[in-house]
């Protein structure tokens, strides 16, 4: 996975597809980068075609630990198919949602 940082905001680069295969190296590297010291986390799904409930609770376990440290994180770049199973899930309440890098990171910072 790929990351920079950008005003003080890890920016991360989203798997293509996020499902039970993938969950847990992207589990593994937000946690590693929470751990960090990373408070603002902003991923990137410009590059994510599908995303399964696997995935969601990856973001809902990283929302948790940021809150824990009085973080956030935000989600950009939703195509159609991910930004529906955000909606059918439930979780669009759950995270602040922008159109794309600029917009998040003016919102975020």
Same mark, same amino acid.
């Given at each position: %996975?790929?990351?920079?940082?950008?005003? !003080?905001?890890?920016?991360?680069? %989203?798997?293509?597809?996020?499902?039970?295969?993938?969950?847990?190296?992207?589990?593994?590297? /937000?946690?590693?980068? =929470?751990?960090?010291?990373?408070?603002? =986390? +902003?991923?990137?799904?410009?590059?994510?075609?599908?995303?399964?409930?696997? !995935?969601?609770? @990856? /973001?809902?376990?990283?929302?948790?630990?940021?809150?824990? @440290?009085?973080?956030? =994180?935000? /989600?950009?770049? +939703?195509?159609?198919? @991910?930004?529906?199973?955000?909606?059918?899930?439930?979780?669009?309440?759950?995270?602040?949602?922008?159109?794309?890098?600029?917009?998040? /990171?003016?919102? +975020?910072?």
């Amino acid at each position: %996975m790929e990351s920079k940082k950008t005003d !003080g905001i890890l920016v991360v680069e %989203m798997v293509e597809r996020f499902d039970a295969y993938s969950a847990k190296e992207v589990e593994a590297f /937000l946690q590693e980068k =929470i751990s960090s010291g990373n408070t603002k =986390i +902003l991923c990137d799904f410009s590059g994510t075609d599908y995303i399964s409930s696997a !995935g969601l609770r @990856v /973001l809902l376990a990283a929302a948790k630990a940021l809150k824990k @440290v009085e973080g956030k =994180i935000g /989600l950009c770049s +939703l195509k159609g198919p @991910v930004r529906e199973v955000f909606e059918t899930a439930g979780f669009v309440p759950l995270f602040p949602i922008f159109a794309d890098e600029k917009e998040a /990171l003016a919102g +975020l910072g």
